[in-house]
């Protein structure tokens, strides 16, 4: 929250992965913020949240008793006139029953689009299926590819593709996207999207990318960086476009 506050007003547009929420008066569970889409609408008073859960009725540990639900958060600010919201499945569907160590957590991709000096721009946040945790290509994930493409060739604007794709830059769908897209990651050669809180950094294991961001050829990008703060085991991705 501290991180977030130094950026509350500066930045239009947020994009977030991994929101828990809940309508009971629980603050903490499983080691997550229960509240923490809540709490996020608190610190962003000027803007509009829109949030898109994927599975409900369970924390980091199982299943638990209570209301919580589970998905993206985007706050755009209150000064741009958003004309579209909503969000799509790339995986299962949403609230989908889960086994019980979430290999099938349903996978969605949340989007909002506006219309600034008579361009239509549309934004698109994306949490990719997340196992097997080898973030390598299988049918699953190809699948995944395909439908964002199908929606975001309906738009004829502008396009920004966001998030954790839970992919690796070599994979054919990553591939599939930069035929569309710009890709932000491999342009700027940044390095590693992931902090030293990867409980996997410095091992074997580590992989270095799961997170990227896209642009379209007519988006005039003005500066993309990936700044190293420890607030999150992935590092934020900060884009100015204009």
């Known amino acids: 929250m501290e991180f977030l506050e130094k950026y509350n007003g500066d930045v239009d547009i947020f994009c977030f992965q991994e929101i828990f929420d809940t309508a009971d008066n629980v603050v903490e569970t499983g080691g997550a913020r229960a509240n ?13 949240g829109f949030y898109y859960p994927t599975c409900r009725g369970v924390d980091p540990t199982g299943h638990i008793g209570f209301d919580l639900k589970y998905g993206l958060g985007i706050f755009v600010k209150k000064s741009i006139i958003i004309d579209n919201q909503g969000d799509f499945f790339t995986f299962r569907s949403r609230f989908a029953p889960m086994k019980p160590d979430f290999t099938d957590n349903p996978s969605n991709v949340s989007y909002v689009s506006f219309n600034k000096d008579g361009k239509n721009f549309l934004i698109c946040n994306i949490h990719g299926i997340w196992h097997p945790g080898d973030k390598l290509d299988n049918s699953d994930r190809i ?18 593709l966001c998030g954790d794709f839970n992919l690796r830059p070599y994979t054919q769908c990553i591939k599939m996207i930069e035929q569309d897209f710009i890709n932000l990651i491999k342009k700027n050669e940044i390095k590693t999207t992931r902090s030293s809180l990867d409980p996997y950094q410095g091992t074997p294991e580590f992989q270095p990318f799961a997170d990227y961001t896209f642009v379209s050829k007519d988006i005039n990008v003005v500066s993309f960086e990936v700044p190293v703060v420890e607030v999150s085991d992935h590092l934020p991705m900060v884009l100015e476009f204009e």
């Open 36 to 48: 923490l889409y809540q709490e996020l609408s608190n610190l962003f008073i000027d803007y509009h």
């Open 143 to 160: 699948a995944q590819s395909e439908k964002t493409l199908e929606f975001t060739r309906k738009h004829a604007g502008p396009k920004i």
